[in-house]
């Protein structure tokens, strides 16, 4: 028996339906596990058509309204972050901040854990989902892994890291301006730890890391997984936390901490294919988690980064988040990760820009 086990149930729903002159109408509906933890998500096939009755369409006026009319108050943009932001105590960190390249790594002003940076990720103000670059990214990401090694120098207890991404409003960003945000210290937000106590009862049942097993069966699939960026292995997720989930797995590595810089590169390539791929499918808002545990490998943990689209901007836009999410910790399938990553791989092509524009390169 495989160790990872994709599990779905089929369910019919009947009713009468008025526009059809009450005759009777039938759905099947397909409800999946994710493997490691049990969450659910539901999938209605007849409702794949009507993915704009759910996103709507974004509204470019509206987007560069938003975007001239924060610009002129936004506190990241220009030479900003590297005078006025916040800094740490010298003890930690000697300059107050960390500056690479154009990222600009600062304390937060309002922290949700004992050590909580924002990372601004570039001097421009907005950016389309082809505009992001993996040298943004990747400088974004040195700056963080520099301050998770400066916090795990001083403080041993501060093992659970994430990096993440809210991306305009929909994705609940309260700055237009691109920008991370770290979660650093000694407990774990709630699905971080779930994730950490299965992999681990996963690992002492099989005697092999989850995620290993994970990254296996889905090469022997083939059918949600996307393609390769270093050691990172991108996949859609069987049974996703969000709309449109793509995963990368590390293979090796369990903290942010003792990634190389190939590593970081190559995460960055990854996660600007999957921008160009959302842009294509008509998408800007998104989040994006990084998870990290120092010390988790040798309980079956590796590095894994979830990102997920969010709702569309256009006027009186709704929340793509309700009672089946937030309430019931079920998500909603609109197109099955199989035919995601099918749409995904494209993206992955080596003679593709992380634009998602046909490269000149050989």
Same mark, same amino acid.
């Given at each position: 028996? @495989? ?13 009468? &339906? ?25 999938? &209605? ?52 901040? #960390? ?6 790594l ?8 004992? =050590? ?14 082809? %505009? ?6 990747? &400088? ?12 795990h120098?001083?403080? !041993? ?9 809210? =991306? ?29 106590d @299965? !992999?681990k009862?996963? =690992? ?15 090469? %022997? ?34 903290d ?29 808002s998104?989040?994006?988690?990084? =998870?990290? #545990? ?5 309980? %079956?943990?590796?590095s ?36 995601? !990553? ?21």
């Amino acid at each position: 028996m @495989a160790r990872v086990q994709f599990e779905k149930e089929m369910v019919r729903a009947e009713f009468l &339906n008025p526009l059809k002159n009450f005759e009777k109408e039938s759905y099947d509906i397909e409800i999946r596990k994710d493997p490691l933890l049990g969450m659910t998500s539901v999938y &209605n096939p007849n409702l794949r058509d009507k993915a704009k009755a759910f996103f709507g369409e974004n509204d470019p006026d509206l987007i560069q309204r938003l975007a001239e009319e924060s610009e002129k108050t936004c506190i990241f943009c220009g030479e900003k972050p590297e005078h006025s932001s916040p800094k740490y105590l010298p003890e930690l960190l000697p300059e107050g901040r #960390i500056k690479v390249g154009e990222a600009v790594l600062f304390a937060n002003l309002f922290p949700l854990a004992q =050590y909580h940076p924002v990372v601004s990720l570039c001097k421009t103000h907005f950016l389309s989902l082809s %505009g992001f670059r993996p040298e943004l990214l990747t &400088n974004g990401f040195r700056a963080g892994q520099s301050f998770l090694k400066a916090v795990h120098d001083r403080d !041993a207890g501060a093992v659970y890291a994430t990096i993440n991404m809210n =991306y305009l409003f929909p994705a609940g960003a309260s700055l237009v301006h691109p920008h991370l945000q770290m979660l650093i210290g000694p407990a774990a937000c709630s699905y971080h730890a779930r994730l950490a106590d @299965a !992999a681990k009862v996963h =690992y002492q049942t099989c005697g092999s890391s989850y995620f290993c097993d994970l990254i296996a069966e889905e090469e %022997g699939r083939g059918s949600r997984l996307i393609g390769r960026t270093g050691r990172w292995h991108w996949m859609t997720a069987f049974s996703p936390m969000g709309s449109n989930e793509i995963m990368a797995v590390h293979e090796e590595e369990a903290d942010a901490g003792a990634l190389s810089d190939d590593d970081l590169t190559s995460l960055a390539q990854g996660i600007c294919s999957v921008l160009a791929f959302f842009e294509s499918l008509g998408h800007l808002s998104f989040n994006f988690t990084l =998870y990290s #545990i120092r010390g988790g490998r040798d309980a %079956g943990f590796r590095s894994v980064l979830k990102i997920i689209n969010r709702q569309n901007l256009y006027p009186n836009y709704r929340n793509d988040d309700y009672f089946l999410q937030k309430m019931l910790n079920a998500e909603l399938i609109i197109i099955p990760p199989e035919d995601l !990553a099918e749409k995904a791989r494209v993206f992955f092509s080596p003679d593709l820009t992380c634009g998602g524009k046909r490269s000149d390169r050989v």
